[in-house]
T-cell receptor, first 115, second 112 residues
């Protein structure tokens, strides 16, 4: 089985622009979660989608949004980029049937740099 | 609400020495506990997890962790580390009704 695929691998944007990141989960997985990783902050939870519906949301401003398609692929959008949005954005998928006990499968991430 | 604390942001050890990475959690309900590892330029992968049963959990690459309910801890151990263990290690907690929460990570560096 192919793993979780995130595209693009690297992105450079300037302040004020918007960006869309893509995540293709493992085939058959219905849950997709997004995390922001910055040095010293660990992984901050952005949101989780299950069967095209947002199931959980973290404490991020409304500039951060996401969606999930019927094939479980997910996109994350950040509008009006700020310097502080520079981070590694990780996507994780899981089968989604259970909740807390499920193993997460992570992609390699998209490294976003905002100049 | 749940939380997880990794007290050590960095742990340097010599090759073939033992290592312990500390993790403490807080929760008012029964928890599931995890350790994930992130090698350079990669995503995270599961090392081991505790759901129930035996409090000593064995994972991949010779790592093990012990669930201690009274101490609310889930420390990760390896008796002899290798250069290839250089990575960042994340402890995480969840429950049947909540999403997973990650700690801030511990960077393990191995000295030859």
């Amino acid at each position: 089985k192919a793993g979780v695929t995130q595209t693009p691998r690297y992105l450079i944007k300037t302040r004020g622009q918007q960006v869309t990141l893509s995540c293709s989960p493992i085939s058959g997985h219905r849950s997709v979660s997004w995390y922001q990783q910055t040095p010293g902050q660990g992984l901050q939870f952005l949101f989780e989608y299950f069967s095209e519906t947002q199931r959980n949301k973290g404490n991020f401003p409304g500039r951060f949004s996401g969606r999930q398609f019927s094939n479980s692929r997910s996109e994350m959008n950040v509008s009006t980029l700020e310097l502080g949005d520079s981070a590694l954005y990780l996507c994780a998928s899981s089968p989604g049937g259970g909740r807390g006990e499920e193993k997460l499968f992570f992609g390699s991430g998209t490294q976003l740099s905002v100049l | 609400a749940q939380s997880v604390t990794q007290l050590d942001s960095q742990v340097p050890v010599f090759e073939e020495a033992p290592v312990e990475l500390r993790c403490n959690y807080s929760s008012s309900v029964s928890v599931y506990l995890f350790w994930y590892v992130q090698y350079p330029n990669q995503g995270l992968q599961l090392l081991l997890k505790y759901l129930s049963g035996s409090t000593l959990v064995k994972g991949i690459n010779g790592f093990e962790a012990e669930f201690n309910k009274s101490q609310t801890s889930f420390h990760l151990r390896k008796p002899s580390v290798h250069i290839s263990d250089t990575a960042e290690y994340f402890c995480a907690v969840s429950s049947s009704a909540s999403k997973i929460i990650f700690g801030s990570g511990t960077r393990l560096s191995i000295r030859p």
